[in-house]
């Protein structure tokens, strides 16, 4: 019934017994091999103790830059991070509201349905329309604990061991991980600043292989900002269609363009893709709600229901106020986020101009999400006070160590060369961090 479409593990008629998360199904992340290698290590030394599958999971080495820069600044220190993946305002008050009262009234002292409040995925359905033009059963969206949970939930939906799944890289950090523990392998198609990274068909289609099973597709995307023409996201869903690949298409940072670039969701864009899409999304980018934790995910009925068989022994529902308040957020305007969207553009552009003062930087300007993405290599193996660094990795701890600025190195994206810096912070702090890093690396 579930005949390959679905995750084995997850389907409704899955198979007994669990098949092994194959080792080698680890990415090439310099750093997030390190961390298995440790992990790894601390498996073995602990053998049977901790799950192998479990024991190989890397560390999120961007929420690890932020951790350091906290400790850093705990000890006293002046860091400026430029390592947050979150929007730098409160959440909009008509929505804190909403939660408050939700908290003083019993009938959300309760469970709510797996689903999500019927409500909230009505309103998610509506939204839907009105944001990206896709049509959308409610029955089938399904609310998650944030964006991440959606994530982990379609991979686990789709992926049974042995599949591949193509990953363009540089990725966000979180990607390879659910697709290790569904004993995925991934598949990692990398993009470069030269085609402003985005991957091209051609790309696609020599990594594409009879295991291949899924793409995952984020535009605009993290780490790198980049935006993909709505031409080229029609020839992607439609190569996808033909070779019946699924589209895990993570639309979480759908208002956040600048510019000319504009979102456009693939399954609108290719409706044929529609029956092998699964649409990720969530409130904590657009309405600067990161940490209600509270997402969402559409998508075909049969993948819809094995994700909901298996967030109901997982996590059951969200929080019901935090869905409360996100009821709040899809139903309401979109003014605090144009709002937000202007502070970011200026910002884009101030890091933009500040960034290509460097000389040996190179940075494409950013054309959406909250950050830009140099490539650095130009700056790599070159003398700072005695110091050489020779990877990515190396050069943003020297920025630390030195000039107490946190930056993500490409390590954790799966390709050394780049940094992401957020510019999800006050101006102030934007100009004197990158001024610490002209004074550190030189300017142009
Ligand atoms: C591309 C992408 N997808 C999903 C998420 C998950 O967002 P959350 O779990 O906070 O809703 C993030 C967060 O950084 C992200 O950058």
Known sequence: MVSGRVGARVGIAAKSGIPQAPLHAIHCC??????????????????????????????????????????????????????????????????????????????????????????????????????????????????????????????????????????????????PEPIAL??????????????????????????????????????????????????????IGRWAAEHGVWVLTDEIYEHLTYGDAQHHSMPVVVPELQDRCIVLNGVAKTYAMTGWRVGWMIGPSDAMAAARNLQSHCTSNVCNVAQAAALAAVSGPLDAVVEMRRHFDRRRQTMHRLLSGIEGLVCPEPEGAFYAYPDASGLLGRDYGGVRPATTLELADLLLDRAKVAVVPGEAFGASGGLRLSFALGDDDLGEGVGRMVDLLGGG
């Not at 569904?182 to 402003?196: E, M, Q």
């Not at 292989?209 to 900002?225: C, D, Q, Y």
């Open 30 to 175: 310099k750093i997030n091999r390190l961390c298995r290698t440790l992990t790894g290590t601390l498996a073995a030394m602990t053998s049977e103790r901790i799950s192998r599958r479990v024991g190989a999971i890397a560390p999120s080495a961007t929420l690890a830059v932020t951790a350091k820069a906290r400790a850093l600044r705990a000890a006293g220190e002046r860091v400026i991070s430029f390592g947050a993946g979150e929007p730098d305002f409160p959440t909009p008050e008509h929505i804190v509201e909403a939660a408050a009262a939700a908290c003083r009234d019993p009938q959300h002292h309760k469970y709510t349905p797996v689903g999500g409040l019927e409500d909230l995925r009505e309103a998610v359905a509506v939204k839907t329309r009105r944001d990206s033009g896709l049509e959308v059963d409610p029955a089938d969206v399904l609310i998650t604990n944030g964006g991440k949970h959606a994530v982990y939930n379609a991979i686990a939906a789709v992926v049974d061991a042995g599949d591949e799944v193509l990953l363009p890289t540089p990725y966000w950090t979180t990607y």
């Open 182 to 235: 569904s004993g995925g392998v991934t598949v990692p198609v990398l993009a470069t600043a030269v085609s402003g990274f985005r991957v091209s068909l051609d790309q696609l289609e020599a990594a594409r292989t009879p295991r291949t099973k899924a793409l995952i597709f984020v535009s605009p995307s993290n780490p790198t900002g980049a935006v993909y023409p709505r031409s080229e996201i029609e020839q």
